[in-house]
T-cell receptor, first 112, second 114 residues
Framework: TQLLEQSPQFLSIQEGENLTVYCNSS?????LQWYRQEPGEGPVLLVT?????EVKKLKRLTFQFGDARKDSSLHITAAQPGDTGLYLC????????????FGSGTKLNVKP | DSGVTQTPKHLITATGQRVTLRCSPR?????VYWYQQSLDQGLQFLIQ???????AKGNILERFSAQQFPDLHSELNLSSLELGDSALYFC?????????????FGPGTRLTVL
């Protein structure tokens, strides 16, 4: 079982639509990271959120860390085909900052 | 290209065998992390080394072991292989240790156990 649950598991949308991916846990994390992974490659870090309630924006992507530091969301505005990929959240352990707990991922497909 | 190299890219072996996966971190990075990615369980953290010392351990089986050498490259040894060990194994590196250090992932080694 995963410590972090991501939803939805799969998402197929048309170019221009908005979407939100959720990352939930019953555990508290020191911080939370979001990665994007393309087929045949390793994950690439998008953002790290550290403070409960923190919101970070990267162009069309908005990341939020829950107040209790147990959950996070990723919102994409006006999705583009280049956003297609596997989105992974990863929580950093409170007691060991070197332990990373990954969610099972959300596979996003943006159709032109 | 992240700068992290992993060899081999693909590995096919039989149950009961032993294999070694190799990782060379980015130049200047002292930390190496190992992850296992399978279809049904996502990405699982296995173990982390910093400058030759083990710093964190995740869901690593007793049949698996790793080490980081003085030149900072790392090896992950998998023994008594089972069908369920088939997965993608990723190595990542970072400059330091801890959550604020960005991890750069290698391209992975795909292990198939028959």
């Amino acid at each position: 079982t995963q410590l972090l649950e991501q939803s939805p598991q799969f998402l197929s949308i048309q170019e221009g639509e908005n979407l939100t991916v959720y990352c939930n846990s019953s555990s508290v994390f020191s911080s939370l990271q979001w990665y994007r992974q393309e087929p045949g490659e390793g994950p690439v870090l998008l953002v790290t959120v550290v403070t409960g309630g923190e919101v970070k924006k990267l162009k069309r992507l908005t990341f939020q860390f829950g107040d209790a530091r147990k959950d996070s969301s990723l919102h994409i505005t006006a999705a583009q085909p280049g956003d297609t990929g596997l989105y992974l959240c990863a929580g950093v352990g409170v007691y060991n900052f070197n332990k990373f707990y990954f969610g099972s991922g959300t596979k996003l497909n943006v159709k032109p | 290209d992240s700068g992290v190299t992993q060899t081999p890219k693909h590995l096919i072996t039989a149950t009961g065998q032993r294999v070694t996966l190799r990782c060379s971190p980015r130049s200047g990075d002292l930390s190496v992390y190992w992850y296992q990615q399978s279809l049904d369980q996502g990405l699982q953290f296995l173990i982390q080394y910093y400058n030759g010392e083990e710093r964190a351990k995740g869901n690593i089986l007793e049949r698996f072991s790793a080490q980081q050498f003085p030149d900072l490259h790392s090896e992950l040894n998998l023994s008594s292989l089972e069908l369920g060990d088939s997965a993608l194994y990723f190595c990542a590196s970072s400059v330091g240790a801890g959550e604020y250090n960005e991890q750069f992932f290698g391209p992975g080694t795909r292990l198939t156990v028959l």
